[in-house]
């Protein structure tokens, strides 16, 4: 049985294609101006890599900010509850599963079947997102992907007003006119994020299996603050930004095996 | 007033900048002040003769601030005859304070706000609301322009003249004309959930999509901004008469919707782009300038 989690985030659309219960391909487009057909594009070069059509599958899931415009779709996905269902199929053991992408961040409790408990979100402040990374990058006039690096290279954190975006560029650029190192005013912008995270997560109640997905799960900086903030280490799967399509396309294989009783 | 601000066509974000001699004279016999103000956005920087606005210049900050503190400080003696020595004191204020290389001496923003807003409206003034390019601030005031108390977004810029740079770059509107363009509705829409800066942009092009018309975009956006300002002047207390300075003073759809969520009138604001007219944008510098005098006049005495 083939089926399709499509996850329509602010940034990208992520598509993965399930084939009885296990990943045949991935696909994944910026969303720009328009999801619905970034969607498409995703959905296409995924199938494409698996060699399908269309027709093929038997039920399409879609989860994300922008599911409402999402094409083909059979149902949609909360995403904490794809965020679940995904974190407990990679790390069976997983009961918290911390979500950091573009635009917000969320953090998950759930159960061993992969059904949500709790959760907790941050969606009104870009602080605690992606895109504060990205704003704080192009202060420094580093890549985005060779901010993490950066970071590690610090032994401690410059003093940054980390509560805001647009408050921590100005910091930023006050900083880099004092000379300041580059690395520690890294480090500072992961230890803010993480501080936010880690604060989410404790409101869930501490648990030591925590998996981390969404894009900035792909960011070593990151990973390395959140590390030193919750006091463990987390697990993060090998395709961390697929997560919510891959809880979505999970989500369908249940649905259509319940449609077929 | 003279128009030496560039216009540049594609930039609908750029606010004019621009200086003004007022139409008196200085002779050597009086004492020259200047309050320069570093804010986030803009650099404004004013000349007293006596206490008596005389000049003043408003550019973008640049990265660098002392750099910007110079800019701004030569551009308000440009065309006057005087020269940077001339000036007997002068006082820093705004975000960049620390980092103006001229000033005598630095005073918060909240200080020179008061004492600017005072010498603009006079003693009547006790509420004062600051918006600046990334801060709100609700000033108490007493009449001699000092501050009683206060309240400011420490810790978000939500709300605040940076966002409506981003809308005037997306909707391709000029930021002067933005105010204007939000009150062009039928009907006030519901303001927008989320006035994060960082988000405007998505936030705006979601309702976009949802087939909203830009003035509707720019109503829900700005009565959301008004909404959070009236908030910060209910928590510090409202007592007539209120005034608006800062950059956002010049922001009518702003403006009048603080006065329809508070129920009061501000007092009536000054006609910048009058030759001869006060600037509410420049309030911080003329309070800094006026603090630069008192100052002067203390050191003399000593």
Redesign the interface.
């Known amino acids: 049985m083939i089926t399709v989690g499509m996850d329509l985030g ?1 940034q990208r659309v992520k598509a993965v294609v399930l084939k009885d219960g296990a990943v045949a391909s991935r696909g994944q487009a910026l969303s720009s ?1 328009d999801p619905t057909k970034a969607a498409e594009q995703a959905v296409e070069e995924a199938l494409k890599a698996a060699g399908l059509k269309l027709s093929d599958v038997s039920y399409f899931a879609a989860t994300g900010s922008a599911m409402d415009m999402a094409p083909y779709a059979n149902g949609t996905v909360s995403m904490m509850g794809a965020d679940a269902k995904a974190g407990v199929y990679l790390f069976p053991k997983a009961r918290t599963i911390v979500d950091v992408g573009a ?1 917000e961040a969320r953090a998950v409790k759930c159960n061993e079947k992969g059904i949500m408990v709790d959760f907790v979100v941050n ?5 605690g997102a992606g ?2 990374i990205e ?1 704080m990058a192009r202060a420094l006039e580093v890549k985005l992907e060779d901010l993490g690096q950066l970071a590690l290279k610090a032994e401690r954190a410059s003093p940054i007003n980390a ?5 921590g560029e ?1 910091d930023v ?2 900083l ?2 004092r000379q300041e190192s580059k690395p520690e005013i890294a480090r500072a912008v992961f230890d803010a994020m993480a501080d936010r995270i880690s604060s989410m997560v404790h409101r869930l109640g501490v648990n030591p299996d925590v998996v981390l997905v969404g894009g900035v799960a792909k960011d070593v900086g990151f990973i390395d603050s959140l590390n030193r903030k919750l006091g463990l280490t987390v697990s993060i799967p090998q395709y961390p930004d697929y997560a919510g399509a891959l809880g979505a396309a999970l989500t369908a294989a249940s649905r259509a095996k319940g449609a077929q009783k | 007033m003279t128009e030496a601000g560039t216009v540049k066509g594609q930039e609908f974000w750029r606010w004019q900048e621009y200086h003004r001699i007022m139409p008196k004279k200085w002779t050597n016999k009086d004492l020259i002040t200047a309050g320069v103000d570093v804010g986030s956005v803009g650099s404004k920087a004013a000349i007293m003769v006596n206490g008596e606005a005389y000049s003043w210049g408003i550019t973008r900050t640049g990265s660098n601030s002392p750099e910007s503190a110079t800019k701004a400080l030569s551009y308000a003696l440009e065309g006057t005859g005087l020269k940077a020595s001339d000036i007997k004191y002068i006082v820093g204020t705004g975000y960049g304070r620390v980092n103006v290389p001229m000033a005598n001496k630095a005073i918060t923003e909240i200080a020179c706000h008061a004492k600017g807003a005072n010498y603009i409206w006079g003693p009547t003034v006790r509420t004062v609301l600051d918006v600046g390019g990334q801060d709100i601030k609700a000033i108490r005031i007493d009449e001699t322009g000092r501050v009683t108390s206060f309240l400011m977004n420490d810790k978000c810029a939500a709300g605040t003249g940076r966002g409506m740079e981003v809308f005037a770059d997306l909707l391709q509107i000029p930021i002067e004309d933005i105010g204007g363009i939000s009150l062009k509705v039928e009907k006030e829409p519901e303001p927008v959930s989320c006035t994060c800066v960082a988000f405007a942009k998505t936030e705006a092009m979601g309702l976009l999509r949802k087939g909203w018309t830009k003035e509707k975009v720019l109503a829900a956006y700005t009565r959301a901004m008004a909404v959070r300002m009236a908030n910060l002047i209910n928590r510090v207390g409202l007592e007539k008469e209120l005034v608006v300075t800062g950059g956002q003073s010049k922001n009518i759809g702003i403006v009048s919707r603080i006065e329809v969520i508070l129920g009061v009138k501000c007092l009536p604001m000054p006609n910048w782009r009058d030759e001869g007219s006060l600037d509410p944008m420049v309030a911080g510098a003329l309070g800094a300038a006026l603090f630069a005098k008192a100052l002067y006049e203390k050191a003399q005495k000593a």
């Open positions: 602010t101006f635009e969606e009104r402040c870009a602080a895109a504060f704003a509560s805001c975006v647009i408050f100005s650029v006050s880099i006119h």
